[in-house]
């Protein structure tokens, strides 16, 4: 099965030009033309309006282009946003299956009307109460559409009545429980370690570096950056290092010799490779040839002539 | 309240090394896991179950349980091949759903009636090592009464399936853990979990550390240990078996709370330490696990003495015997 790249997912507010005429430069795996949080409730009809034109100028250098659209918007929001160009919709305060389902049911007929392939469109789903934590299993098998699910975790905080603390971290167990029911489920959990994802805000590079190898660490396999600057290191800490790539080359010679030997368990430098080990050596190593080749793909487009910029409003 | 049975130690290792097998009943384990899983290479699946049913009194002479960890695809022909007079122990990897332990279950109660063994001896060990087994956990672990152990949720499995390289801390498996020591405990059964004591160097000899973890374990509520390499089963049996000061101590808690029985309080202070039913029940706890331990012992050391006698008889000892 081809492995999904999606390191790094952009939020852009579609009403920052700016921000949507750089977003396409950031090397993210995916842009997400924001029509919620990053917008302000007077422009939300405005904002609808600058949806269609900013698809493909934010998906000229290969990121995958998502909608994130407003839950008690959802059906002019879903209809301003689906055009060819989009790899799907991110759908934000789902705390139920019928939800998945409302949205899903409208994507299927904006597909056939605006000539999208039926069933083409991802989701990406945000879980932000309780209530969407505790019935995760429903919503994430919901529709085979979902590929990647997170938490946005200060709307949870304030729907736990939590104001959180930056050292006590209240969502390790809802965290847990989004990896796990994710993961079983085939959808890729997403998110960065505490306090990040509650409280974002300018860090060094290697700050975000260390915080989006936490996040892997946990199980998450991208993050949703609300900066341009966040992009190269989630991208980096999500990508195998060339130590990792090596060591694991290793590991499969040293297991391969084994095996020919008679056994399947071997020490290595004080460890013991036997074929869960093996195993994970395969996905790394796999892991990394999906990044080469997600990367080769946007520096290709991105060496394309470039598209002219939205003009400002 | 489970009865506890005395897992401190054991060792797992592939049935093909024969000098594993030959030599695991001088390591001292209270139980020995006969791999047919991960450690055996792919062509040699057939002929290592052939080696079980022979294997299984050869790592008991050292009065260790003879455990077997069989593969998750080949049920039927690994069942088969193992589940003989002085197996205590199926365990199943990469356990997913109720249906696949009901399943062994079945099977497993076919073939004790054949072959003439006490209906229910075989227990089941459900290993969960995947996300998918952790959503499952509390209708696997509650699938057969001959699941008796209950845990885990790490690993190298685990971390694979949650697509996280192994030995950079244990910060992705607190959830699973918990939600597996929860379903263990509501079902009264015994935990198979630690506390986090991060082994990122991903050793599996370093004697030390397997002392702490047992130790930190022990103080934790659990019982169960085992590992990979004969350097951490003295350890593993010291760390999990309370120390003469600890047993001393839990005599001496129980006195001062008979005490006060007769003098009707709930609890008293003694030097800042509190002495109540909960210390009481502790210390009897206490007690009665190391009772356990040191019967658990005896029988090792009985087994042992009749083995190298039975040895010594017919033919001169071999070098390394003694």
């Known amino acids: ?313 | 309240m489970a009865t506890h049975q005395v897992h401190r130690s054991g060792l797992t290792m592939p049935v093909v090394t024969r000098r594993f097998v030959d030599h695991a009943w001088r390591r001292g384990c209270d139980f020995i896991n006969l791999d047919l899983e991960d450690s055996v290479p792919q062509h040699l699946k057939a002929h290592a179950r052939g080696l079980i049913k022979d294997a299984i009194p050869v790592v008991r002479k050292g009065g260790a349980e003879a455990f077997t960890r069989i593969n998750h695809d080949y049920v039927h022909a690994d069942l088969d091949a193992i589940v003989w007079p002085g197996l205590s122990k199926v365990n199943y990897p990469k356990a997913e759903t109720a249906e696949e332990i009901r399943l062994l279950d079945a099977v497993i109660t076919r073939l004790e009636r054949e072959r003439g063994i006490r209906p229910g001896t075989v227990e089941i060990g459900a290993n969960i090592e995947t996300a998918t087994g952790v959503a499952a956990a509390y209708d696997i672990a509650s699938a057969s009464p001959r699941v008796k152990e209950f845990g885990g949720g790490t690993g190298y499995d685990m971390s694979r399936d949650l697509g996280v390289e192994m030995f950079v801390g244990f910060e992705q498996f607190a959830y699973g853990k918990g939600e597996l020591e929860l379903a263990a405990r509501a079902l009264g059964l015994e935990v198979r979990a630690a506390p986090f004591v991060a082994n990122t160097t991903g050793s599996v000899s370093d004697a030390d550390r397997a002392f702490r973890e047992a130790q930190a374990a022990r103080k934790c509520g659990f019982r169960l240990g085992g590992g990979l390499n004969p350097a951490v089963v003295e350890p593993q049996n010291r760390g999990f078996t309370p120390t003469a000061e600890e047993v001393e101590d839990a005599r001496w808690v129980l006195e001062r709370h008979r005490e006060l029985s007769r003098t009707g309080d709930m609890w008293i202070a003694i030097d800042g330490r509190v002495i109540d039913r909960y210390e009481a029940a502790r210390a009897r706890d206490t007690l009665e696990w190391a009772a356990l331990c040191a019967e658990r012992d005896r029988e090792k050391a009985e087994a042992v003495l009749r083995t190298r006698a039975a040895m010594a008889e017919p033919a001169p000892p071999t070098s390394g015997d003694s």
Request: negative net charge.
């Open chain 1, 1 to 313: 099965m081809a492995i999904l790249v999606r390191r790094s997912n952009l939020l852009a507010p579609i009403t920052d030009t700016e921000r949507v005429n750089q977003a396409w430069q950031s090397d993210a795996d995916a842009i997400t033309l924001d029509l919620e949080d990053g917008v302000v409730e007077t422009r939300k009809a405005e904002a609808r309006g600058l949806v269609k034109e900013a698809i493909a100028l934010a998906g000229q250098g290969g990121a995958e282009v998502f909608v994130r659209v407003n839950a008690a918007l959802l059906h002019a929001d879903l209809d301003a946003s689906v055009w060819p160009g989009i790899c799907g919709i991110m759908l934000p305060r789902v705390a139920s299956a019928a939800e998945v389902a409302e949205a899903v049911e409208q994507m299927t007929a904006l597909e056939r009307r605006r000539g999208l392939a039926a069933g083409a469109l991802e989701l990406i789903v945000l879980l932000e109460s309780a209530r969407g934590v505790w019935d995760i299993r429903s919503i994430v098998t919901a529709s085979p559409r979902i590929t990647q699910v997170g938490l946005d975790e200060s709307d949870l905080a304030c729907d736990l009545g939590i104001t959180p603390l930056p050292e006590y971290d209240p969502h390790v167990y809802a965290r847990g429980r989004l990896v796990i029911e994710a993961t079983a489920a085939k959808v890729q959990p997403i998110g960065i370690t505490y306090p990040l994802g509650v409280h974002p805000r300018r860090l060094s590079a290697a700050e975000i570096h260390r915080m989006s190898t936490g996040a892997r660490n946990l199980g998450m396999k991208g993050v949703l950056c609300p900066d341009p600057r966040w992009v190269a290191p989630v991208n980096a800490a999500f990508t195998p290092t060339a130590d990792l790539v090596a060591y694991n080359k290793r590991v499969r010679e040293v297991f391969a010799g084994a095996v020919a030997a008679g056994t399947a368990a071997v020490p290595l430098d004080g460890r013991m490779i036997d074929v869960p080990v093996d195993e994970w050596a395969k996905v790394v190593l796999a892991m990394a040839d999906a990044c080469d080749a997600r990367d080769a793909q946007k520096r290709a487009a991105r060496a394309m002539p470039a598209l002219a910029p939205l003009q400002g409003h």
